[in-house]
């Protein structure tokens, strides 16, 4: 087996960890501790094997934590496992998690024995905008640098707990908010941050959380679409540093299905991270659009969709073994022999909900050319009628059937514009695995049909050697950080252009859509099975999948409360019950779906939501974990919301 390691400087972290607390002494309640190696956790190097990356071989383990208690240290038993005897008396029996402000939130020593613990990795919220606010961290300059690029995502990734849906912190503390009189509060943001550069760290974080009844959350990058990333009061498990990638050229899967090339990606890898590795060491990697989003925890566990989804299968399909962090605070590895449940569980399953992954192993493809064609475009610039417009998308949406028998990636996005008209993109429509002269021979009964109809979308056509020369080029910048937008999605089913009729109708209900103000983002992909994968939790609708639909509402600071209650209500209980409409059974994509699905359980999950429902009840029996529309959620609530949108402001209660 080759293996290369770029993650070098995980094993530098250990050197840190212990400079940070050499041999000093703290006071902690009054007492003189005396900190060293050999006290502080994250010292116990358990499992050097090869199977795990450098920063998972730092485990916290009950060796580290009988030290911890033989020198007295207070407190400590607050980082106990869930597994022994007393912890059953030290957790809350309270409906609600506890927040600052509580008789029972941890003090402020508390805190600085995890901090201490961690090997200083403890971050107190300071919200990202507060350079533009009045206070200890105005910073004109960087004001400056936040309101002009708080749209792009880069601006976000880096930070502890900045979010790209601003809607579901409240909007607190935005850098346009400073000039309109807005102050800037903490809103739905956590409390702290561990900035987690190994596994002892999380686990110290999962068992503090656990026994001290406090909100859990994790954030990567801050890209969720439903506010499953941030929580207010809550301590955040923040992994975006986990970058670690691992090239095995030659792997071979637990219980031996697979056999081929694969890459272990630490949880904090990102899409060009990975696509870069793959690029370099001649593989296809499967992965979303936007250069920022994190592979492993969130993209991967639900689902995940790409551009070489057609040929090789959703993300989720990837996953060949999963290591994480479990709310019972164990490290384990789930893959097809053993944690069975869980392994199953993890691909599609969801995030945020089964603990924390801190890597998983994934399939790599061989390399493969990409074919396509891209197009910007409006009405106005095409010199032609709605009606004629809407004749050339007919065109298009009636020929996916071919298209996806051909394997193709068509990602588009229409909106309305302001002044009548339309706008439309293709970027792009390509097929992987394909040249382009037969790419153009596919696409030509299309060009024709539009010629026909007058239309001319000024197409042009591309081929290149790799999926990362066609994704560097031929797609969009994302555009991020709008607190005035909400989405839902819908996975339309290849049953719908089976029947003319039915066709007709979708193709009416999706201009009906657009037309009453919505943005669609349309998708012509499909999502089938790839040969020889084990069984997963992912949504059955993605199996049928012909087109796979985004729609969303955005509206503006000035728009007053209850047109924005409006807003809520129209994407919810009418839009998005129109997709459902036309197709009864089907489901939405729980990464990009609406937050406020009444039916989410089903939309997102499918069949499998009782068995995931099972498995969540015995590995999470403490609540440890919750998110919104995530397995488990129905049983949780987020305080003091206005019943047509849930954001994370407000204190997590159960029902039961
Ligand atoms: C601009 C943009 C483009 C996108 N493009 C695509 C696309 O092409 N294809 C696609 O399928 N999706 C796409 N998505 C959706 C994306 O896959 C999800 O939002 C995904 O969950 C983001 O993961 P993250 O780690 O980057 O974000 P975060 O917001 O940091 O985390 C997302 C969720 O994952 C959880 N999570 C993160 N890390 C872990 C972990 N280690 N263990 C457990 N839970 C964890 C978080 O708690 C949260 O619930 C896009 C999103 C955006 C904003
Ligand atoms: C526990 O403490 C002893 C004595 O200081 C030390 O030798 C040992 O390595 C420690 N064990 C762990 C797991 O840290
Ligand atoms: C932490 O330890 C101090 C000193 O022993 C004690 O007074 C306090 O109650 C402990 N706090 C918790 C939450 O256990
Ligand atoms: C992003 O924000 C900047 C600054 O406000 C603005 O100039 C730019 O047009 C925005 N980009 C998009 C794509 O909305
Ligand atoms: C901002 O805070 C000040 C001082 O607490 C308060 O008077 C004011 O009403 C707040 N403004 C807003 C918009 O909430
Ligand atoms: C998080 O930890 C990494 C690795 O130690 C460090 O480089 C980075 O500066 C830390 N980030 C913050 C915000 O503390
Ligand atoms: C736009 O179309 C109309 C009607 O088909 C035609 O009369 C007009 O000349 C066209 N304008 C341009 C700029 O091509
Ligand atoms: C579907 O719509 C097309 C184009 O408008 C029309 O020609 C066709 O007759 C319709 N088919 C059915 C079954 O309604």
């Not at 998972?56 to 208690?69: C, G, M, P, W």
């Amino acid at each position: 087996m080759f293996i290369q390691r770029s993650g070098w400087w995980a094993a530098a972290t250990l050197s840190l960890l212990f400079s940070a607390s050499n041999a000093q002494t703290i006071i902690v309640d009054g007492e003189i501790i005396s900190v060293d190696e050999a006290i502080v956790a994250p010292a116990a190097d358990t499992s050097s094997d090869a199977s795990h990356f450098s920063f998972e071989s730092i485990q916290l383990t009950d060796d580290v934590l009988a030290n911890l208690t033989d020198i007295q240290l207070s407190n400590v038993s607050l980082f106990y496992f869930d597994d022994d005897a007393a912890s059953e008396k030290r957790s809350v029996g309270s409906q609600c998690k506890t927040m600052p402000g509580d008789l029972l939130y941890p003090s402020r020593s508390v805190w600085k024995i995890l901090d201490i613990l961690s090997g200083g990795a403890l971050i107190q919220t300071v919200p990202l905008g507060s350079a533009c606010y009045d206070g200890e961290h105005y910073d004109e300059a960087k004001c400056q640098f936040l309101i002009n690029n708080w749209n792009k995502s880069d601006t976000h990734v880096d930070d502890p707990s900045s979010v790209m849906s601003p809607l579901f912190e409240g909007a607190t503390c935005e850098p346009q908010g400073a000039s309109l009189g807005k102050n800037c509060t903490l809103g739905g943001f956590p409390s702290y941050s561990l900035n987690i550069t190994n596994v002892a760290q999380i686990q110290l974080a999962i068992n503090f959380a656990r026994n001290s009844n406090l909100r859990l959350v994790v954030r990567n990058t801050g890209h969720d679409f439903l506010g499953k990333n941030t929580g207010e009061g809550a301590l955040s498990i923040w992994t975006h540093n986990l970058n670690d990638i691992e090239v095995i050229s030659d792997y071979k899967s637990a219980g031996g299905r697979y056999k081929g090339p694969a890459f272990k990606l630490g949880a904090g890898v990102v899409v060009h991270e990975l696509y870069e590795a793959a690029e370099r060491e001649g593989y296809t990697a499967v992965a979303g659009e936007c250069r920022t989003v994190g592979v492993a925890g969130g993209y991967s566990v639900g689902g995940g969709h790409s551009p070489v989804t057609p040929i090789h299968g959703l993300g989720s399909d990837q996953i060949l073994s999963v290591d994480i962090v479990t709310p019972d605070g164990r490290f384990i590895t789930a893959d097809e022999t053993q944690n069975t449940d869980l392994f199953w569980a993890l691909r599609g399953g969801g995030p945020a909900t089964w603990g924390v992954v801190t890597s998983i192993t994934v399939k790599v493809h061989e390399k493969t050319v990409f074919s396509g064609m891209t197009w910007v475009t409006t009405t106005t610039a095409m010199n032609i009628t709605d009606d004629t417009f809407w004749e050339a998308i007919a065109a298009y949406w009636r020929r996916y059937p071919e298209f996806s028998a051909a394997k193709s990636y068509g990602y588009c996005r229409m909106s309305g514009l302001e002044g009548g008209g339309y706008a439309w993109r293709g970027l792009p429509f390509m097929v992987p695995g394909m040249k382009l002269a037969d790419f153009k021979v596919l696409v030509q009964p299309l060009l024709d049909d539009w010629a026909a109809l007058g239309v001319d979308p000024k197409v042009e056509f591309f081929e290149h050697d790799s999926l990362y020369q066609a994704w560097t080029r031929h797609f969009p910048t994302s555009v991020v950080g709008n607190a005035y937008a909400r989405t839902g999605s819908r996975l339309l089913p290849r049953k719908n252009w089976e029947d003319p009729e039915l066709l007709n109708k979708t193709i009416q209900t999706i201009r009906s859509i657009v037309d009453d103000g919505a943005f669609l983002v349309h998708y012509n992909i499909n999502a089938d099975e790839p040969e020889n994968t084990a069984e997963s939790s992912v949504n059955p609708a993605w199996r049928e999948v012909m087109m796979f639909n985004i729609i969303g509402l955005i509206w503006n600071a000035a728009t007053p409360e209850s047109e924005v209650a409006a807003l809520h209500e129209k994407l919810t209980n009418d839009l998005v019950q129109r997709l459902k409409d036309i197709s009864p059974g089907a489901g939405g994509y729980l990464n990009e779906g609406d937050v406020m699905d009444p039916e989410f359980a089903q939309s997102f999950y499918g069949s499998n939501y009782k068995r995931l429902s099972q498995i969540k009840k015995k590995i999470d029996p403490k609540n440890v974990f919750w998110a919104p529309t995530a397995v488990g959620s129905e049983n949780g609530y987020i305080t003091g919301q206005e019943d047509y949108v849930t954001k994370q402001t407000g204190r997590l209660c159960y029902k039961n």
